[in-house]
């Protein structure tokens, strides 16, 4: 349910699952633990906060799944909250970030007229390339107009949340929830931070 969003809160890295000990059933519990919390003398492909041994210990699976259905409990029975919560100020700095990008490629389209205009570049290149970035252009657009209204978020999460009680549902419905709804899972010893995609 968690793998992939699921990070330790000290470094940064991914959270990996790991067999734990052996119950006297004969199952065998399921432990997430820091990427980092055995470094491995050899180098990795994938590293993380430069391979500098993390002091964070392990989880059990189970209550972290449990806690994040929890969480998500909370959000179905009083969504307004946690949409209050989920800062504005994210959502203002992804709008930045996406009218800082429309500027930008409104001044390359720009350039590539110039270059156009200097007989720098073909026509058929000014038109495939002008016609790439509009696209994107438009698309930037679409965003953030959606990004802006309130209710769409709303509408969006009323969509994802249409079940009865989050503990009825099969885990694949959990897991598809957790997913379309939880960027993050930030885990501290004493803490776990939830970083939602709402
Ligand atoms: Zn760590």
């Given amino acids: 349910m968690l793998s992939g969003i699921v990070k330790c809160g000290y470094c940064g890295a991914p959270l990996v699952a ?19 919390r055995y470094p491995q003398k050899s180098k990795r492909v994938t590293t993380y906060n430069d391979d500098k041994k993390c002091k964070s210990g392990f989880y059990y699976l189970l209550d972290l799944e449990e806690h994040v259905l929890d969480r998500l409990n909370k959000l ?38 110039n270059l156009y205009l200097i007989d720098n570049i073909s026509l058929e290149d000014l038109q495939s390339k002008t ?13 953030l107009e959606v990004d802006s209204d309130v209710s769409n978020r709303k509408k969006r999460l009323e969509e994802v949340l249409n079940f009865e009680d989050i503990y009825s549902i099969d885990y694949e419905h959990q ?21 939602w995609n709402i």
């Fill in 18 to 36: 790991r067999l734990g000990t052996r119950r006297k059933d004969g199952s065998r519990t399921i432990r997430y633990e820091c990427y980092n």
């Fill in 76 to 113: 179905h029975t009083n969504p307004e909250e946690v949409l209050s919560q989920t800062s504005e100020k994210d959502v203002q700095f992804d709008k930045e970030l996406k009218s800082r990008e429309i500027k930008q490629i409104q001044s390359k389209i720009e350039k590539l007229n």
């Fill in 131 to 143: 016609q790439e970035l509009i696209s994107r252009k438009n698309e930037l657009l679409r965003e």
């Fill in 175 to 195: 897991k598809f929830i957790v997913n379309s709804l939880i960027d993050r899972v930030k885990v501290h010893a004493d803490a776990i931070e939830i970083l």
